[in-house]
C-alpha cells in the first residue's frame, strides 16, 4: 500500500526513524506508536530527499564487510590519534604546527565524499573545513605534507580504500 | 561477576573523563579558532564515547540507548565541526601566526 507513496529511499529514512524512535522510548503502547508514525511521516516527506546512511549503498557482500573493516579502521584511528592530540595538548611547548592543505578524493558518489570528510573531521588533529567536487580542504594540526599528492595519500586513502568498496 | 563489570565500567569512565579534561585543556591552550575545534570538540569524541562505554558496562540495560547517543554524537558531531571550520573561514576569522599554509585562501582568495 505504501509502496506507491514512498520512494525507496523514503522507506529507508522512515524506517529508521520508527525504529530510532521506538528504541529510545522502550515501549509499545498505542499512543507512543502513534508519535512516532505521525513524526517519522511529517520528516520524511518535509527532508526525504536528504542523503541518508544507505544512499547509494552498494548492496554486495563485498560492501557490508567492507563496512564493518571501515569501522574498524575508523575506531583504531580515532584512539591513535586522539593519543597524539592529548600528548600535544599537554606538552608544555605546544609543538603545533597548523596550516589547510588541499587534498583530492577519487570517490565519486556523494556519500562517499560525505564520510571521507566526517571521517577525516572526526580524526582528532585534521578538520575538513571546505568539499569542493573532489577537492578537500583541511585543516591540520601538525602539517607533515604540504603537496597533494603525499597530503591525500596520508590523510584520505585509509579511509578511501574501504569507502571506494561501499559506496564508490 | 557484578562487580568485575562495575570496575571495567569505572575504569572505562576514568578514561573517558581523562580526555574530556584534556579537551578541556586543548580548548584554553591552542592559540586559534581551527585548533581550538580540534581539540574541544574531538577529544571529547573519544571522552564521550568511552564515558558511554563504561556506563554500557555498569548498567547493561541501558546498553540500547547509549548505543543510539552514541551513533547521534558519531553523526552530528563532525558535521557541526565542519560548518564552524567553513563559516570562520567564510568570514575571515582569526587564524594564528603560526599557520604557514592556507591552500583555501590561495584558491579562493579569502
Known amino acids: ?168 | 561477576m557484578a562487580t568485575m563489570l562495575d570496575l571495567i565500567g569505572a575504569l572505562l569512565l576514568v578514561c573517558g573523563t581523562a580526555f574530556l579534561f584534556l579537551g578541556g585543556v586543548g580548548l584554553v591552550r591552542m592559540p586559534d579558532t581551527y585548533n581550538r575545534i580540534q581539540a574541544g570538540t574531538k577529544t571529547t569524541t573519544l571522552g564521550t564515547l568511552l564515558t558511554l562505554l563504561g556506563v554500557a558496562f555498569i548498567h547493561p540495560d541501558w546498553s540500547f540507548k547509549l548505543l543510539l547517543i552514541a551513533i547521534f554524537l558519531l553523526f552530528t558531531n563532525p558535521l557541526s565541526s565542519q560548518i564552524m571550520a567553513r563559516a570562520i573561514h567564510r568570514n575571515g576569522g582569526d587564524q594564528s601566526p603560526l599557520t604557514h599554509i592556507d591552500r583555501l585562501a590561495e584558491d579562493k582568495g579569502r
Not at chain 1, 18 to 25: A, D, G, R, T
Not at chain 1, 86 to 99: H, K, T, Y
Not at chain 1, 153 to 160: N, S, T, Y
Request: charged share 15%.
Open chain 1, 1 to 168: 500500500m505504501f509502496s506507491s507513496l514512498f520512494t525507496r529511499r523514503q522507506w529507508v529514512l522512515f524506517s529508521a526513524l520508527l525504529l530510532f524512535w521506538l528504541i529510545l522510548m522502550n515501549s509499545l503502547a498505542t499512543d507512543v506508536l502513534i508519535t512516532g508514525v505521525v513524526v517519522a511521516l511529517l520528516i520524511t516527506f518535509t527532508c526525504g530527499n536528504g542523503l541518508t546512511f544507505f544512499t547509494e549503498f552498494r548492496w554486495s557482500r563485498e560492501a557490508v564487510v567492507a563496512g564493518f573493516l571501515y569501522y574498524g579502521y575508523f575506531f583504531s584511528e580515532l584512539v591513535k590519534s586522539n593519543i597524539r592530540l592529548a600528548q600535544i595538548v599537554i606538552s608544555p611547548s605546544l609543538p603545533i604546527n597548523p596550516g589547510i592543505v588541499k587534498i583530492r578524493t577519487e570517490l565519486t558518489s556523494q556519500m562517499g565524499r560525505l564520510m571521507l570528510a566526517n571521517s577525516i573531521t572526526m580524526t582528532p588533529g585534521t578538520l575538513t573545513v571546505e568539499l569542493d567536487g573532489e577537492w578537500l580542504y583541511v585543516h591540520w594540526v601538525t602539517v607533515e605534507h604540504e603537496d597533494i599528492e603525499s597530503a591525500t595519500r596520508h590523510l584520505a586513502a585509509g579511509f578511501e580504500r574501504y569507502l571506494k568498496v561501499i559506496y564508490g
